[in-house]
């Protein structure tokens, strides 16, 4: 079956500490996504990546980096530099950035990061 | 004032009621997209649309370029049909996707 995984689904850090969440997909897409959600905001964008071994800053990527050395796997790490990490992280992919408007995206169920 | 925004921002109805759900936008588009986010959390793509209207199932969607608005109409509403519903636009001179902050739904039985 084709689709997006992420992991963990609930993840606890301690203050201080860097954590990496993981997405794979294998549908072959170019473009992948990572998107934080907050109660009662829409989702905003951290990072995205058009293809292999490139990505960009979306509109909060500071505290947070990426890396996309593979087609099927964007990783996400929360530094400690980021200052109110307790959030719920969605990982998307698409196949062509370039389609743009009509580029739908397919996401990951989701990782829920807390921090103590 | 978001660029995006949806109404109401909770909604709760009896099942078999029409819902609607709306979106309004401010800026220039190349199409909009309805999304679902079910208590789990994860998001599944509804509609993508930039004209006119479409329908899938009980769910159907309308646009109205000139208005900057859509609706998202479910007939014969179900408990399942409760969720998170997100719409969100492509801006016409930048890919990105302008995210509104969702409508919860709820259907009772």
């Known amino acids: 079956d084709g689709g997006i995984t992420q992991s963990p689904k609930?993840?606890?850090?301690?203050?201080?500490?860097?954590?990496t969440l993981s997405c794979e997909q294998n549908l072959n897409h170019d473009a992948m996504y990572w998107y934080r959600q907050d109660p009662g905001q829409g989702l905003r964008l951290i990072y995205y990546s058009q293809i292999v071994n490139d990505f960009q800053k979306g509109d909060i990527a500071e505290g947070y980096s990426v890396?996309?050395?593979?087609?099927?796997?964007?990783p996400l790490t929360v530094t400690s530099a980021q200052k109110?990490?307790?959030?719920?992280?969605?990982?998307?992919?698409?196949?062509?950035?370039?389609r743009g408007g009509w580029d739908t995206q397919y996401f990951g169920p989701g990782t829920r990061l807390t921090v103590l | 004032k978001n660029e995006v925004e949806q109404s109401p921002q909770n909604l709760t109805a009896q099942e078999g009621e029409f819902i609607t759900i709306n979106c309004s936008y401010s800026v220039g588009i190349s199409a909009l997209h309805w999304l679902q986010q079910h208590p789990g959390g994860g998001i599944v793509s509804l509609f993508m649309l930039s004209s006119g209207k479409k329908k899938h199932g009980r769910l159907i969607a309308t646009i109205n370029i000139q208005e900057k608005h859509s609706s998202l109409h479910i007939t014969a509403s179900h408990p399942r049909d409760s969720a998170v519903y997100i719409c969100a636009v492509s801006g016409d001179s930048n890919y990105q996707l302008i995210w509104g902050a969702g409508t919860k739904l709820i259907i009772k039985p």
């Not at chain 1, 609930?10 to 954590?19: A, D, H, M, P, S």
């Open chain 1, 67 to 74: 890396s996309r050395e593979k087609k099927e796997s964007f």
């Open chain 1, 10 to 19: 609930y993840l606890f850090r301690k203050e201080g500490q860097n954590v």
């Open chain 1, 84 to 98: 109110n990490p307790t959030a719920f992280y969605l990982c998307a992919s698409s196949i062509d950035y370039r």
